[in-house]
Nanobody, 125 residues
């Protein structure tokens, strides 16, 4: 079993920055991908960024490319999402997710086995 706990959310003005953290515990070694998803009110949960554990390769959804950076600290079992130049449309609950997956990087909600409870990010104009 794997437990994921997010933190770092909050309220900022447009153009500001936040860094989200996700601490993993349990059998973390079984997962080879970790990702951030978000869900805005009235919308489906969507993929934001993914990282291949150990290798460090990353990918981002188009709307956050150049503004968000996903990274991990293996010694601390922590996943990060640095969010810069935030926009009101980034407002959502942000979730950390982990899975073991073969092949291309998983980007769909159904492809992730473990989830955190989420942290709220609110960006005002």
């Amino acid at each position: 079993q794997v437990q994921l706990v997010e933190s770092g959310g909050g309220s900022v003005q447009a153009g500001g920055s936040l860094r989200l953290s996700c601490v993993a515990s349990g059998n973390t070694y079984i997962n080879n991908y970790m990702a951030w998803f978000r869900q805005a009110p009235g919308k489906e949960r969507e993929w934001v960024a993914v990282i291949m554990a150990g290798v460090g390769s990353t990918d981002y959804t188009d709307s956050v490319k150049g503004r968000f950076t996903i990274s991990q600290d293996n010694a601390k079992s922590t996943l990060y999402l640095q969010m810069n130049t935030l926009k009101p449309e980034d407002t959502a609950i942000y979730y950390c997710a982990a899975t073991r997956y073969l092949g291309r990087a998983p980007l769909a909600v159904r492809e992730y086995r473990y989830w955190g409870l989420g942290t709220q990010v609110t960006v005002s104009s």
